[in-house]
């Protein structure tokens, strides 16, 4: 399968700017059912299509326009395509001989370099004949309109036939137009239009079927990644029909024409005299199949075989059977549109010109009827999916973040359970001793050696919280809670974590199971809880109820700094950061050696401006803990809004150099155990975040030399400027 | 009731409403499904009450038309957005030509969107891969954006901070910027969505909350201070959504038109569908909301339609 995207997948080389393929870009595209190497062939094939097509359109156009200037006189409606067709029809009869000279002298002129000249000429004589005879089989018949700035926006250009040529060329070549274009720029067109010459004589002597072709086969493409959609509209698409027409090679792209193919041209001349119509076409085909379909058994889609199927996903079965020959299969148009009365109505999936084994294929694999009953299952199960799908709003589903990865390789692994129990205590007394990845990797042997150490998972989350790797403390919570689940630390600080992720209905959800848990507060929270859960406004109202309560119950000074940070987190969620800041000023009245809490602190006033007051908080967290590098890199936030950009610049590097001082601990230790440093993941986190920040101070005080150095994250560079 | 003009020949691309009356809009189309041939730029009246659409004036291109955006700091400036690469804006109290063109990109322009607060700047993105900010009095580019690395789709500015904004692409991205960045290198990228992200448009109440839609036919909203993952997910659906825009009147709606040939309108609060409209035959591009009159939308669709209707206005 494939859709109209992976055709032109890769951007800036797909092929001519063509609005084909750029058309291809913006349908749909459905990955579970793409199949590699298809995929990646029809995309070659799509783009080699447009390609030639292009180039013979260009070649046409050129000879088209240079007739159309010679023979148009000035101030014809370019959109009047009777004259123009006119104009052509009789350029058709006598070679406009002036104009064709100029060219080819100019054109002369610009290939006297390659010495190639003459046998160009030749071709040029050669394909502009051919255009003038009418013996092209595509274009012969089209009109074509002159561009709007040869008689518009451009009207003052001196009428230079060469340039006007190039005009229409420009338009499927990327070549400059010639309103912008340059004297001296004229020197790449040779470049370009010694290919298209040489393609224009390839055309003319292999005729214009295979890129034809490989249209169809696009078109196809598109049609098979509708196949599976029961949206009725599909079928009186107009769009859908047109694709149908390309798929069937009935019509083509021809300048900037939909055009009739000669194919078509001659079936519909068979059938219904000369009236090109794609709708007699097209109705004369559904007659036949609908005869067939009668023919054969109808219902019955639902087979064990394919009850199956359904299980994993339907459409990808019905998509995988299509997926050889689909350049045949087609979507017809509605059965009742057409003469042929029918009992009832059989089928959305109509299939034309079959080949044998296409039909052998589809029989085997599923009855190509589906019956109302069959419908009714589809649509029931696409109303499911869409209902499950809502769930997914808010919720933290990736499944990553239910597995801790561990670093690959940790020196503490091998330590006695005793001696490395002792280590992190020791760690934990001081915190400003031990780096934070070397406590994290401390505390990872740790619950290694001992997987069920539910206070030690906890340990390790918060920890990586504090590194800024919301994922893995994730992770650690889960696992805590998995292990614990009465254990409120946990619930609370994974409502946080939810909470800096995104996952807001995960935060509230975690944040209620805290208070339901809790031994004061769980009498609040009434039976039907989950009823109150059912959607985000309720939600949000009634977990913050139920917190604004357990407040209450401690009147006075005597508040709970818990119920105040969950409350303080709960007033972020829902941008209410003044009311945020008063939570958080509590909590800290009674837990005021709370570094991470000053933090947060401050980060909620810098929310709403107040960057004095955030920096002071920060200021209190970092003379709790020095090295408490998302502090320092909040403070030089708050110092680059207020303006003062040498602070925010020296906050950065402190941050740095804390951080590279943590590595090189980390490094030393792992090479002092026979490591490789690279299978660890000391905390660089942040790092290329705050070289952002650095940069941008450095600019604004005008140090474009530092700034460089950030680039290539040279710390040193700084040092005779700043001190850190 | 809704409201029905034929932009006949032509398959609707864009479609939006003016920013000074409320009985003004104009839609982009292309013939020939935007594959080969002309566009063209439609202005209609649209009669209030959704009684009626009238075709006010139409000016005609060599190129498909993809986008317009309405100039914020002149009535009567549309600039339009043209698979030929280049920009023009048209004066609609003129006939015939458009006052201004600019050719830089090299391939299709498929979004142009104009700063609303710094009323005298416009972006434009095309497949080339770049962005441009240009001012309608320069004849170049004030800026050129070149950091996505496949075609960029569309763009769309900050409602509170004049300088930012965010584009989306080809190459599965959406990147924060600033026009002030003297490097003029993203602030962000913002990775997650599975497949080419085909629109996006910011919140106009909740200055750090995006929408995107893309062809992994699911609908992201996401948080700028938050560059890992999105905030919410809607989807998938059975065919992806080609344009998204949040309600000028709530922080709560976004509306959507897309390749199921209808147009939505959705709270994004628990992802609840609260208004469809299914009278288009065909893929829907185009979709505004009326800055003037709650719930009034306006879509445009490859059926050669463009529709006027009243949305219940839902809080």
Partial sequence: MSGFSDLVGAGADCGPGNGMSGLMKQFDRDHSLEQATQASTSKQAFRQTFRQTTAATASNATTGALMAQTRTPQGLNPFNFAEMHRELGGSRVRPPMAPQAAWAADFAQHQMANGSHADLERAFTQASSGRVQGSHPVWADQPRHTNTQMSGVAASMPPNPMALAFNDTRMHSMMPGPGLMQPGMAAGYPMQFQPLQQQQQQQEQQGVSRQDGDLAKTAAQILGSVSDSANPKLKDSEFFSLMRQLADGKATVAGDQVVASDKARQDSAQTIGNEPTWATEFEKRADELIARENASQDGGLFSPELARGLERNWAEEFEDTLDGPLKESTVSGDPRKTDVQLEQPTSDYVHGEASSDWLEQFKDNIQPMLNQHDREWLDTQKEWESLTSLETSHRAVDPELSVYHFQRANYYEGMEPAALADTIQHMRQNPEAASLGDTIMAMEAAVIQSPQDAAMWLRLGLKQQENEQEQAAVAALRKAISLDPESLDAHLALGVSYTNEGYQADAYDELHEWIARHPRYKSLVPESASANMSNSDARKGYVQDLFIRAARMSPGQDWDADVQVALGVLFNISTEYDKAVDCFKAALSKRPDDYILWNRLGATQAHVGSNKEATAAYFRALELHPSFIRARYNMSLASTNMGQHREAAENCLIALSLQQRDMDAVDSKGKAANMDAAHMMPARGMSATIWNALQLSMYMLGEPKLAEACERQDLDAFRTKFEF | ?315
């Fill in chain 2, 1 to 315: 009731m809704t409201a029905k003009h034929r932009t006949t020949g032509f398959k609707g691309y864009s479609v939006q409403f003016s920013p000074f009356s409320d009985q003004l809009l104009a839609a982009a189309t292309s013939a020939n499904f935007g594959l080969v041939g002309n566009g063209r730029l439609s202005i209609l009246n649209a009669l209030p009450g959704t009684e009626g659409l009238a075709p006010r004036q139409q000016y005609d291109t060599q190129d498909g038309l993809f986008d317009l955006s309405w100039n914020e700091a002149h009535e009567n400036q549309i600039a339009t957005a043209s698979g030929d690469g280049s920009i023009k804006l048209w004066d609609i109290t003129l006939n015939g030509l458009p006052v201004a063109r600019w050719h830089e990109h090299k391939r299709e322009v498929m979004g142009i969107e104009w700063n609303y607060i710094a009323k005298s700047t416009f972006l434009s993105s095309s497949w080339d891969g770049s962005v441009k900010l240009w001012n309608p009095a320069i004849p170049q580019s004030l800026r050129t954006f070149n950091e996505h690395t496949g075609c960029v789709y569309a763009s769309t500015w900050s409602p509170s901070q004049s300088d930012q904004f965010a584009t989306c692409g080809e190459d599965k991205t959406i990147k924060l910027w600033s026009v002030n960045e003297p490097n003029g290198k993203s602030l962000a990228t913002f990775g997650g969505h599975n497949d080419q992200v085909l629109s996006l448009d910011w919140n106009k109440y909740i200055p750090e909350q995006l929408v995107t839609s893309s062809v992994d036919r699911t609908i992201k909203i996401w948080d700028i201070r938050n560059p890992r993952g999105q905030v919410a997910m809607f989807g998938p659906f059975e065919f992806s959504v080609r344009r998204v825009k949040f309600s000028p009147f709530s922080p709560n709606f976004i509306a959507t038109a897309g390749y199921d040939m209808s147009a939505s309108v959705w709270d994004v609060r628990n992802g609840a569908v609260v208004y469809v409209h299914d009278l288009h035959k065909e893929f829907v591009f185009g979709i505004d909301w009326s800055l003037f009159h709650p719930g009034l939308m306006a879509t445009c669709s490859w059926d050669e339609q463009v529709h006027l209707f009243q949305v219940p206005v839902v809080k």
